[in-house]
């Protein structure tokens, strides 16, 4: 069974603090990806990874950062954390190819930056 | 960009009633998956469908590359079934998904 976990699964920032959101999957999956929901946005991508040492700008990139130090391990970074990025984060994971392929979802992360 | 269009926005049904979700799209996919959401839930993956029928349950997914378009059919709807229903399409890069807004489901006793 494909598993993605996050952690922390709640997260409370201050304006200009430095946030780390991180992401583990068990699946042996290239691919992993960060996305964001919004109400009236959907799901939107924030970065992207085809494998360890790799990070990818997704669709709205700007104030993130990603690091994939392992296969397993992915992570977001927020170094200056804005209000504007109060938001449910998800992480995903997917097998490679250009034919595409199923994505598995981890439970997500509330962040609220007050 | 990439467009995903779904209908209706909301649904309401008497317990026991089918539904019909639609996702339309607006450029050619490479793959095509449907989510369930609980509110303050995860996205659980319903289908990954890129093309023709699946059938899971009381759940239908039918994908129709030329057309642009995919269909989730809920038949005999149960309580359990109220949420949001997400799909998403794959570009040919097929590196990412891009969602539509979703439907919210209610089913009622």
């Known amino acids: 069974e494909a598993a993605v976990t996050q952690s922390p699964r709640n997260k409370v920032a201050v304006t200009g603090g430095k946030v780390t959101l991180s992401c583990n999957q068990t699946?042996?999956?290239?691919?992993m990806y960060w996305y964001r929901q919004d109400t009236g946005h959907g799901l939107r991508l924030i970065h992207y990874s085809y494998g360890a040492g790799s990070t990818e700008k997704g669709d709205i990139p700007d104030g993130y950062k990603a690091s994939r130090p392992s296969q397993e391990n992915f992570s977001l970074i927020l170094e200056l954390a804005t209000p504007s990025q109060t938001s449910v984060y998800f992480c995903?994971?997917?097998?490679?190819?250009?034919?595409?392929?199923?994505?598995?979802f981890g439970p997500g992360t509330r962040l609220t930056v007050l | 960009g990439q467009q995903v269009q779904q209908s209706p926005t909301s649904l309401v049904l008497q317990e026991g009633e089918n539904a019909e979700l639609q996702c339309n799209f607006s450029t050619s996919l490479n793959s095509m998956q449907w989510f369930y959401q609980r509110p303050g839930g995860s996205l659980i993956s319903v289908f990954y469908n890129p093309s023709g029928t699946k059938q899971s349950g009381r759940l239908t997914s039918t994908t129709v590359i030329k057309e642009r378009r995919s269909s989730l059919h809920i038949s005999s709807s149960q309580i359990t079934d109220s949420g949001t229903y997400l799909c998403?399409?794959?570009?040919?890069?097929?590196?990412?998904?891009?969602f539509g807004t979703g439907t919210s489901l209610l089913v009622d006793p």
């Open positions: 699946n042996n999956h290239n691919n």
């Open positions: 995903a994971s997917g097998e490679a190819g250009t034919g595409g392929s199923e994505q598995y």
């Open positions: 998403a399409m794959g570009s040919n890069m097929g590196y990412k998904l891009t």
